[in-house]
């Protein structure tokens, strides 16, 4: 069940209807003790200080943000002061809302090579691969849709994530229909950051549409359409 930051949620879970237990797994080894809503608390006043989020252990926990929280913490099980547990090996999906992108900061401190974090982006690929040790600034990372992964072995831990994601309003950009041969195309003059543009190609004639070639200014890179 996703959350806000003005509503509990889940993680993904299974319910036995027979004996009314939850379960982190589909075949039910691993009971869920505590299913409260996600953790996060409140800053002083107007600031938005304080609020945080911890990775599962397990399973995967969907926040879905609404835009009245702009920043907060994520860290691993053992909170901010704390070492995290053996066996970690779960995912936290989180999506920004219309008009903002999500930037991803901070540090780790985990077993070297054993126990990493991966940040992943909306369509799966990998912004920071399987990072791990000791590591005072992981760089800046951008995406709508960011998904973390933690995973620790069965020994040696250590102080963990002390992660910022800050909500970033996204800018415009100019959008410049260059040519078509054949027939036109036609679409919005600006779209922001990471937002779906929608392109409309009408061939004239009996001329049969061949594709499309979408291109950043002043590089070679194109982009998916």
């Not at 039910?28 to 599962?56: A, V």
């Not at 901070?106 to 691969?129: A, F, N």
């Not at 070639?213 to 982009?223: F, L, N, R, S, Y």
């Amino acid at each position: 069940v996703p959350a806000t930051f003005s509503t509990g949620g889940t993680s993904e879970y299974w319910h036995c209807e027979r004996c009314g237990k939850d379960f982190y797994d589909e075949d039910g080894w691993n009971e869920i003790d505590d299913f409260g809503p996600l953790n996060y608390e409140g800053g002083q006043g107007n600031s938005t200080d304080g609020y945080y989020i911890l990775m599962p252990t397990s399973g995967t926990k969907t926040l879905a943000l609404d835009g009245s929280i702009k920043t907060f913490k994520v860290y691993d099980d053992g909170g901010k002061d704390g070492n995290y547990s053996n066996y970690s090996d779960g995912y936290l999906q989180m999506s920004a809302p219309e008009g903002y992108y999500l930037q991803l900061t901070g540090s780790i401190k985990t077993e070297l090579g054993c126990d990493m974090l991966t940040v992943y982006d909306g369509t799966g690929k990998k912004l920071l691969e399987e990072i791990s040790s000791e590591v005072s600034n992981i760089g800046a990372f951008n995406s709508k849709t960011m998904k973390l992964y933690f995973y620790s072995d069965f020994s040696t831990n250590d102080a963990g994530l002390d992660l910022t994601v800050t909500l970033v309003e996204a800018p415009s950009h100019t959008i410049t229909i260059a040519n078509a041969d054949g027939g036109q195309v036609t679409g919005p003059a600006s779209a922001k950051w990471f937002a779906e543009v929608k392109l409309t190609a009408t061939p004239e004639g009996d001329n049969l549409l061949s594709g499309i070639t979408v291109k950043i200014d002043g590089t070679d890179d194109e982009v998916e359409v």
